[in-house]
């Protein structure tokens, strides 16, 4: 154990101590490549490492913070305010039915009719405990949530570690919520996927309604393995492979040789993204401010590589699917936060999440730069 903590404390070392290195916007900006037709503008910056992004149905824009403990709303004038604060690990909000929700380690919130609190009330909003009823664990513990076509709260939580199995181990007290992605159903949980190391976003397809998720693929078994990757749900509860398999088809060094005789079938990623790219939030477009090849299309951050001697990700993707929900190509959609230059690397900023806005546009937090980006099309 004494093992695990060192590096989960050299992982949280690396990435504050990074965070010097970033450049400042206009280097940024200058630095970022996008497909031709695109434009890339801060939408907002001096926002402490945002992370997942949501929308009201008055225009209102809220935050998550991966550090600083708050949720902060972004008005249409610009305005910030901060609604929350004093959590831990607030990376979640989603607004659904007039409400907001935003998440902690082991609880959800609720503020109801924020756009109404918000227009009538300067002062701190009042929130609402949703549940309490999740593991505390700050490994992987940040939870990013929202609802699905069935109006229930979708809510991951990731495994309490580099490599174990909490369901099947005492320490972790054989707690079955672990490494898996849930939905609070008549205030229960029940499981929608199984044997997930550490997924972050997640969205659902236009047409299908399938769920489609990303996996943080496991650490220290070298530079090129195990990859990144990106799932869908076709049957409720399915198992994804973790502990005992990675990625397409790499076994693992210890729980391989530890599977269940009576081991269910495990089901395969439709997308391996590469080792250590760390896939963060994901969100299909559906707007029409886009040209059409990009309906239905999956964008998706990188948020970077920490332990690998040569970095990569830091970069967001455009994955395409037909109506159908199959998978046909996938390519780079807006990079240049990470430079290298004489074989020295250099990192301006760390794509957390995207989102979808409501006149078609998408967003795209950074929270090492601690800034958000919007991408606009060039007939906008």
């Known amino acids: 154990m004494k093992i695990l903590n060192y590096k989960y404390f050299l992982y949280l070392f690396i990435i504050t101590f990074s965070l010097d290195f970033f450049a400042d916007n206009a280097s940024i900006l200058k630095s ?20 997942q992004i949501a929308e009201s149905s008055g225009g209102n824009i809220f935050v998550g913070s991966r550090s600083s403990g708050k949720i902060t709303v972004i008005d249409t004038n610009k305005n910030r305010r901060v609604i929350a604060k004093g959590l831990s690990n607030a990376t979640g909000v989603t607004y659904h039915k007039g409400d907001l929700y935003f998440s902690e380690v082991n609880s959800i919130w609720k503020i109801s009719n924020i756009d109404n609190v918000l227009k009538n009330s300067s002062a701190m ?19 990013w949530i929202d609802f699905g076509p069935d109006d229930k709260l979708y809510v991951p939580v990731g495994a309490p570690c580099n490599i174990c199995n909490p369901s099947m181990e005492e320490k972790y007290n054989f707690d079955k919520r672990y490494a898996s992605i849930m939905r609070l159903n008549g205030g229960e949980w029940e499981h929608v996927a199984r044997g997930v190391r550490n997924t972050v976003g997640f969205d659902w397809h236009p047409k299908t309604n399938n769920l489609y998720f990303g996996d943080n693929g496991r650490d220290w078994m070298g530079d090129d393995m195990p990859a990144c990757e990106l799932n869908v749900v076709n049957k409720n509860n ?57 309906k239905n299309t999956l964008f998706m951050t990188l948020h970077g590589s920490w332990n690998r001697s ?71």
């Open 32 to 51: 970022l490549k996008v497909e031709d037709g695109f434009k890339v503008e801060i939408f907002i910056d001096e926002i402490d490492t945002p992370r």
């Open 125 to 143: 909003p009042k929130k609402v405990l949703v549940t309490d009823n999740l593991p505390s664990d700050t490994w992987h513990g940040w939870k």
């Open 238 to 294: 399915s198992f994804y492979g973790y502990p005992y398999k990675h990625a397409m088809n790499v076994p693992d060094p210890e729980y391989s040789k530890k599977i269940p005789n009576d081991m269910e079938e495990f089901v395969d990623p439709i997308l391996e993204l590469g080792a250590h790219v760390a896939p963060t939030g994901l969100s299909f477009y559906d707007g029409d401010l886009f040209p059409p090849k990009y």
């Open 310 to 380: 040569r970095k990569v990700g830091y970069k967001v993707i455009a994955v395409h699917f037909d109506e159908d929900g199959k998978l046909l190509y996938q390519k780079d959609f807006v990079t240049g936060w990470l430079q290298r230059n004489n074989g020295q690397e250099k990192v301006l900023g760390r794509p957390a999440s995207v989102f979808q806005k409501s006149d078609g546009s998408i967003l795209i937090s950074d929270d090492g730069a601690n800034v958000i980006y919007r991408v606009t099309y060039k007939n906008s």
